[in-house]
């Protein structure tokens, strides 16, 4: 396989397009590049310092991490961008090319990539989780002190499923702002509110103000499809909003 005609090996995924609606849904009203496949084994269109990141890794991860680079050069080629070494930059994330903004997130079966282009789009991120978690025991390491009364409320299966929510819209956000924030964001420090549209909620810092200025200008969107649940952040100038 070529770092071009990597394939899903003629498999017919009917899973992708439905994530990839829901993607699309969470980004609408922006021009963002998605592009949805499974994890497929794209290690030999890996550029070799690419290869160099998960050279030591189990398959499993250079399986994902290739199908994220093979999904990221197949965005940036839309926006013009000759195809080139996508690298990782101190805390985990892509190095993008300049001109574009960009994320990537994968489960186990599933890979997603999104981009858009950084005169447009401040920041950006994505994350697909499958059911993670079997009890809602990690809500203490997730949630905000002020998150805990209303969450304490919800029974049974609704918490567990709940607590993936937010779990998976504070991955989203910490992909959107990492690289302008520059610094580990704690899951403790941010909180997730609904908003009054249908599966669209909003980040807020109450205590960093320049992270809660970010994610001000941020908007979230998410939801569940075949198992698996799905949150995006986009973070624009306020006048784009
Ligand atoms: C980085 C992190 C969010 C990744 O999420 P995950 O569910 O483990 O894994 P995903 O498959 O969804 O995402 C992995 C991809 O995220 C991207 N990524 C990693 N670190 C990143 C960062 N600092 N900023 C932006 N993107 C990052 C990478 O592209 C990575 O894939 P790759 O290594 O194959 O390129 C998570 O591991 C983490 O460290 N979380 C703690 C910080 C946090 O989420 N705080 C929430 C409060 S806002």
Not at 41 to 46: G, I, K, N, R, T
Request: glycine share 10%; hydrophobic share 40%.
């Amino acid at each position: 396989m070529n770092r071009t005609d990597a394939k899903t090996g003629g498999r017919r995924e009917p899973g992708a397009g439905g994530i990839r609606k829901l993607i699309e849904s969470c980004f609408s009203g922006a021009e963002v590049v998605v592009e949805v496949s499974p994890v497929i084994d794209a290690v030999d269109s890996l550029y070799p310092a690419e290869f160099s990141i998960v050279k030591k890794a189990v398959m499993s991860r250079k399986q994902e991490f290739s199908t994220g680079r093979f999904l990221a050069r197949k965005a940036t080629r839309l926006f013009g961008i000759p195809d080139q070494a996508l690298l990782r930059g101190e805390r985990g994330e892509v190095l993008w090319p300049e001109s574009l903004v960009g994320s990537i997130s994968h489960t186990k079966e599933w890979c997603a990539v999104v981009v858009a282009d950084a005169r447009d789009v401040k920041g950006i991120g994505i994350d697909i989780e499958a059911d993670r978690f079997r009890s809602a025991d990690a809500m203490s390491l997730i949630l905000h002190d002020s998150e805990l009364p209303a969450f304490e409320r919800i029974n049974g299966h609704q918490r567990i499923r709940e607590l993936l929510r937010i779990f998976s819209a504070k991955e989203a956000i910490y992909k959107a702002v990492s690289g302008r924030i520059g610094r580990y964001v704690d899951f403790k420090e941010v909180c997730i509110r609904s908003t009054d549209k249908a599966n669209q909620f909003a980040g807020s810092a109450p205590d960093d103000g320049e992270l809660n200025e970010l994610l001000l200008q941020g908007k979230g969107s998410g939801g569940f499809f075949n198992g698996l649940v799905v949150s995006s952040y986009i973070v624009r100038d306020s006048d784009q909003q």
